[in-house]
């Protein structure tokens, strides 16, 4: 029980109550202490928690209610006044990591303590507190609190789960990925018999380093097709490429990437081995010699086999520790770059390319989601995270970049950046410009405070005064096709980023806003506006839902405009019974509305949003929900709607992608992930 692992004598203290709590601040922690404490004697033993575990547990909705009441009520006074709430509203923000300044908590704070109390009298007393909480159905009942985590029995975690991969489900949906899985096996059993029976008279040591040797010859040549990105493009527009996974050719390429290293390891084990016998059948040569010199005279080169094998195995590995998740750096700053479009570059909503600019590495290439629409013919958008070396030199070499030294600079105020020409040279693009623009921006939103084209004009300033126009070259490789290509014709496309993997998403939705902004039209009489669905996309695509999970309300910045003008465009649709695209807004970092440490903080967004019809942080219609998504109940509401086929696109990490390929097959949706 987590209550032993924090107890001194049996008894908590104030300070190892907090800690146990894992809570940011302190109030909440302090609240619950002094509401637990019944006896008041400083401390909390087992009978005192038992007790209060029981009404927060197994309560009723009252007594869940009453302690929540109490939380409230700092000075137990028996009432809340408004600085009573104010100081709960405030750390409701800290414990979601949230930035609000004060006068934010204070019109909060106006509007929850308006709601509540309803007699104007200045106080909230315990029935106008439980009248205002019951306006929201089921609340009460889900009210939970991070105390009652100690009644949870762990459960046992499975190493490795492979029934999911030998249901029926998962192989009727990745037919094509279990066959080509089954070639590669065959083809391995093949070359390692070959290579086997060629050897037979050897000992076995070296029978095991030629099988893994033969192998290697094989899996070098495979890894390095896996990624000729050309040929994947050309192959993607035929018919044999709808029917093989070319969306997973970079994840093949990973899985390759094992076998060499697994496949390299016994094979040097196996070469070991050999020495060791060889060394033993001759005095002349020692285990040594043989590992490190060319005396042996084995390897078609006057014995450079082992020499040349130990200096690969060294490169290998040197490759493969750098390229381990852990070592790349984790930090969330975005550089975006706005690049003049070459007039023969053009690709398609979700396509990415291979980025290298001389001035950060003449020899790099780096792969980048295009951001912007196709039909903006004028520049490319590419949002870059600070997460390796290169990202990192690259927001660097921004950051301190001075455009007044040794280069030309132009600036327009009206716009963020300025485009500069470019040059075409065959699939290389040659051209120049960039943007620095963090993501360190205060939030934008409507409501009590000025209105949104007030706040997005100071913000606007705020980021220009962050923005450079840089006159140096990049190369462009691409572009080349992802699984997101085929959003815009799904009947019911499903686009889920989380964090900058919303850059392929922002691809797909500005070319929507694109197209019903061109095909909208206008009554000259009545001014009704509608839209024109002539349109190959309008006529393909039903339905989108677009989720957006992020991390914090600052992440939101990057793509808020876009969706703020798709909102715009469908509004101004009278003739569309539903919103072609719907938006499900996530931030992890703040507390759910059904925990307590939250619920006073999310009733008051709720009215605040009820009160505008804007989300308080975005300024977005759409209200933006604390915690992570329930992709089961999220999935099935979508999957109701019957808009036709449905396909989920994703792009994000790997443990969300596990939970949503699941939820996913559970529904029998297609499912394709962004792989890079």
């Not at 800290?94 to 934010?104: I, N, P, R």
Request: hydrophobic share 40%.
């Amino acid at each position: 029980m987590e209550f032993d692992k924090f107890a001194d004598n049996g008894k908590l203290s104030a300070e190892n109550f907090e800690k146990s709590l894992a809570l940011n601040k302190s109030f909440f922690a302090t609240r619950f202490f002094a509401l637990f404490d019944v006896d008041e004697n400083g401390n909390v033993d087992i009978i005192e928690l038992i007790e209060g575990l029981q009404i927060l547990k197994n309560g009723t909705p009252t007594q869940k209610l009453m302690f929540l009441f109490n939380v409230f009520d700092t000075d137990g006074s028996g009432s809340i006044c408004k600085v009573d709430l104010k100081t709960v509203l405030q750390s409701c923000t800290e414990e979601s990591s949230l930035h609000l300044s004060d006068e934010d908590v204070d019109e909060l704070t106006t509007v929850l303590f308006e709601e509540a109390d309803i007699d104007n009298s200045g106080q909230i007393l315990f029935d106008d507190f439980q009248t205002a909480l019951e306006k929201h159905p089921g609340l009460i009942n889900n009210l939970t609190f991070s105390v009652t985590q100690w009644c949870n029995i762990p459960k046992k975690r499975r190493l490795l789960q492979f029934s999911h991969y030998w249901s029926m489900v998962y192989l009727r949906r990745n037919t094509s990925k279990v066959v080509l899985v089954l070639v590669y096996i065959a083809i391995s059993i093949a070359l390692g018999g070959y290579a086997a029976l060629k050897n037979i008279d050897s000992n076995r040591f070296l029978i095991t380093a030629k099988i893994c040797g033969k192998n290697l010859n094989f899996n070098c040549t495979l890894v390095l097709v896996l990624m000729l990105r050309q040929t994947i493009n050309l192959v993607r527009s035929t018919a044999i490429g709808r029917r093989l996974p070319l969306d997973k050719h970079v994840l093949f390429h990973k899985y390759v990437v094992i076998m060499i290293v697994l496949y390299t390891t016994v094979h040097t084990i196996g070469q070991v081995g050999n020495a060791y016998v060889v060394s033993s059948l001759s005095t002349e040569l020692p285990v040594g010699t043989i590992l490190l010199t060319d005396e042996s005279q084995y390897g078609l080169l006057n014995g450079s086999a082992y020499i040349t094998g130990w200096a690969a195995a060294f490169i290998l590995m040197t490759i493969v520790i750098f390229s381990l998740p852990c070592i790349r750096s984790r930090l969330y700053e975005v550089t975006h770059l706005e690049i003049s479009r070459p007039k023969t570059f053009d690709f398609k909503p979700g396509d990415y390319l291979y980025l290298q600019i001389p001035e950060i590495s003449p020899y790099e290439f780096h792969p980048f989601t295009i951001s912007s629409a196709p039909e903006m013919k004028d520049v490319l958008w590419l949002h870059i995270r600070k997460r390796g070396n290169w990202t990192n030199a690259l927001y660097k070499f921004i950051s301190k970049y001075d455009p007044d030294v040794g280069h030309r600079r132009s600036f327009s105020w009206l716009k963020m950046i300025k485009s500069i020409t470019g040059r075409t040279r065959s699939n290389i693009t040659e051209t120049a410009k960039g943007s620095d623009e963090p993501a360190k921006n205060q939030r934008q939103r409507r409501g009590g405070l000025p209105n949104i084209d007030e706040v997005g004009l100071v913000k606007q300033r705020r980021i220009q005064m962050k923005s450079k126009n840089i006159q140096i070259r990049c190369f462009l490789d691409g572009p080349f096709g992802s699984p997101s290509r085929e959003a815009l014709n799904t009947d019911h496309s499903i686009l889920i980023a989380a964090g900058i993997g919303v850059t392929p998403m922002a691809s797909i939705i500005q070319s929507l806003v694109h197209t019903l902004r061109e095909r909208k039209q206008k009554c000259p009489n009545c001014s009704h506006c509608y839209y024109n669905d002539t349109t190959e996309t309008l006529q393909r695509v039903k339905k989108v839902d677009f989720i957006w999970v992020n991390r914090d309300q600052r992440c939101f910045e990057w793509f808020t405009h876009v969706l703020k003008e798709l909102e715009t465009e469908q509004a101004l649709l009278s003739s569309m019974e539903d919103n072609l695209v719907d938006l499900h807004l996530f931030m992890t970092s703040a507390v759910k509305k059904s925990n307590m440490e939250g619920v006073g903080l999310h009733l008051a967004l709720d009215l605040a949003h009820r009160r505008d019809s804007k989300d308080f942080f975005t300024g977005l219609e759409a209200r933006t929900q604390p915690g992570r998504p329930d992709w089961d109940k999220l999935l099935s509401e979508i999957v109701s709607k019957r808009k036709g086929k449905k396909k989920v696109f994703f792009c994000g990490p790997k443990p969300m992608s596990e939970n949503v390929k699941q939820v996913c097959e559970k529904y029998l949706i297609p499912f394709a992930k962004e792989n890079f």
